[in-house]
């Protein structure tokens, strides 16, 4: 059975610090990389102050640091984003309103790869940012 979004992003799983081997999407052998939940990702996104944007750079140097690592791994947390937004839709589909879900709109841009994935319009991207200013 496939799982909802909503299901994804409340899994209990915790966050896991590795030594990497060798090199991997920009970071060095021998560097502490960070993978952290879906749940984490989530709630840095919750955070981000209405009228506000941050690059999903921004977000895994800030997940690092206050981990205590040199970085976190760019492939799960694109994967945890798309999560956190997936949730947030499917809130608002069920009748919440955009204040009470998670505001991805300010991690992920209009034109953002992941934006392209989501189940919605880029324009209601820019729509949710505008409406922030």
């Given at each position: 059975m496939v799982k909802?979004?909503?299901?994804?992003?409340?899994?209990?799983?915790?966050?896991?610090?590795?030594?990497?081997?060798?090199?991997?999407?920009?970071?060095?052998?021998?560097?502490?990389?960070?993978?952290?939940?879906?749940?984490m990702v989530?709630?840095?996104?919750?955070?981000?102050?209405?009228?506000?944007?941050?690059?999903?750079?921004?977000?895994?140097?800030?997940?690092a640091r206050?981990?205590?690592?040199?970085?976190?791994?760019?492939?799960?947390?694109?994967?945890?984003?798309?999560?956190?937004a997936e949730a947030a839709l499917e809130a608002l589909e069920g009748g919440a309103s955009a204040t009470d879900v998670t505001p991805f709109w300010r991690v992920v841009g209009p034109e953002d790869k992941i934006a392209k994935k989501l189940p919605v319009d880029s324009a209601w991207i820019s729509h949710q940012r505008d409406s922030e200013r």
């Open positions: 909802t979004a909503t299901e994804k992003l409340n899994q209990k799983k915790q966050p896991k610090k590795v030594v990497l081997e060798k090199d991997f999407a920009g970071i060095k052998a021998g560097q502490r990389m960070l993978v952290g939940t879906p749940k989530d709630d840095y996104i919750r955070k981000v102050p209405a009228g506000e944007t941050r690059t999903m750079p921004r977000l895994r140097r800030e997940l206050r981990n205590r690592c040199d970085a976190t791994c760019p492939v799960s947390t694109a994967i945890f984003v798309r999560i956190a």
